[in-house]
């Protein structure tokens, strides 16, 4: 299996641009994770999915931020309008259920908001 | 909410050596994994040890759920081995893991 993959690897843009993050999770997998890594906060978990319906988005950081999940093998996070703050990795990661089970992580997303 | 504490922040080894990494955690989990950041920013899965003691190649972890804390042994360090090592913990939240804030290795030649 190719595991966790994501898209883009890196991505510019410009505060104010609407910037679409893509996460593809490994076959079989019913939960899917995204995370946000900074310098200041460290690891945080911003989203969950189980079998493709949002189960906590407590983390995620305002209404600027949405994900979604169409079908089990795909996933798509959103910011609009992007904000400098916002500059971070992003990972996505996913695993066979919601309990007791080992997360596989994508190689993240370095985004940089000018 | 649940704490991870992981100790110590920095460690810097000579190729060759042994060390031990600690993960502290605040109450009771049913989840517990380890993780190295590589230098490019890949995490890697290392173990998924809610309790008990498991060993891969020259790493071996243990957890002592009821004292609340695991370890990361790394034998014969290698410069490959050098990166950030996290902890993360889950408790009964569906899947939603508490990372600690890492511990920085760095082997050196």
């Known amino acids: 299996d190719a595991g966790v993959i994501q898209s883009p690897r890196h991505e510019v843009t410009e505060m104010g641009q609407e910037v679409t993050l893509r996460c593809k999770p490994i076959?079989?997998?019913?939960?899917l994770f995204w995370y946000r890594q900074t310098m200041m906060r460290g690891l945080e978990l911003l989203i969950y999915?189980?079998?493709?319906?949002?189960?906590?988005d407590s983390g995620m950081p305002e209404d600027r931020f949405s994900a979604k999940m169409p079908n089990a093998s795909f996933s798509t996070l959103k910011i609009q309008p992007s904000e400098p703050r916002d500059s971070a990795v992003y990972f996505c990661?996913?695993?066979?259920?919601?309990?007791?089970?080992?997360?596989?992580f994508g190689p993240g997303t370095r985004l940089l908001v000018l | 909410g649940i704490q991870v504490e992981q100790s110590p922040p920095d460690l810097i080894l000579q190729e060759g050596a042994n060390s031990t990494l600690r993960c502290n955690f605040s109450?009771?989990?049913?989840?517990l994994q380890w993780f190295h950041q590589n230098p490019w920013g890949q995490l890697i899965n290392l173990f998924y040890?809610?309790?008990g003691t498991k060993q891969n190649g020259r790493l071996s972890a243990t957890t002592v759920a009821t004292e609340r804390y695991s370890l990361l042994y790394i034998s014969s360090s290698q410069t490959t081995d050098s990166g950030v090592y996290f902890c993360?913990?889950?408790?009964?939240?569906?899947?939603?893991?508490?990372f600690g804030q890492g511990t920085e290795l760095s082997v050196k030649p």
């Open positions: 076959s079989g997998h019913n939960s």
């Open positions: 040890i809610p309790s």
């Open positions: 109450d009771s989990v049913n989840n």
């Open positions: 990661a996913s695993s066979l259920g919601t309990n007791q089970e080992t997360q596989y």
């Open positions: 999915f189980n079998n493709n319906v949002p189960i906590d």
């Open positions: 993360a913990v889950e408790r009964n939240q569906g899947g939603k893991l508490i």
